[in-house]
């Protein structure tokens, strides 16, 4: 299985910066997008941003201009950088991968960090 560990949530007041970070390991798999989901209390999760295999990006409209999303394939690592945040970006943030993964057969499969918490208030 691919484990994913994020790193880089916290407490910010509004305007400032946060940096997610989220590295993937485990078996014998291949990366296709990495991504970043964040759900708020009482709200569904949502997609925040997605980078494929190729460095195409897709970037929720409420945070175009303030978030990107990078990654390192070598290292199998994603970033969210967040500028100019606000209150209504308080949420738990997950790291989201889909891989193909070598089992008995190659499967594609979709993984799920554990969350970082990012509060955005004065």
């Known amino acids: 299985q691919v484990q994913l560990v994020e790193s880089g949530g916290g407490l910010v007041q509004p305007g400032g910066s946060l940096r997610l970070s989220c590295v993937a390991s485990?078996?014998?798999?291949?990366?296709?997008?990495m991504g970043w989901y964040r759900q708020a209390p009482g709200k569904q999760r949502e997609l925040v941003a997605v980078?494929?295999?190729?460095?195409?990006?897709n970037v929720e409209d409420s945070v175009k201009g303030r978030f990107s999303i990078s990654r390192d394939v070598a290292k199998n690592t994603v970033r969210l950088q967040m500028n100019d945040l606000e209150p209504e970006d308080t949420a738990v943030y997950y790291c989201y991968v889909n891989a193909d993964i070598r089992l008995a057969l190659w499967t594609k499969n979709d993984y799920w960090g554990q969350g970082t918490q990012v509060t955005v208030s004065s």
């Open positions: 485990g078996g014998l798999f291949i990366i296709n997008d």
């Open positions: 980078i494929t295999s190729d460095g195409n990006t």
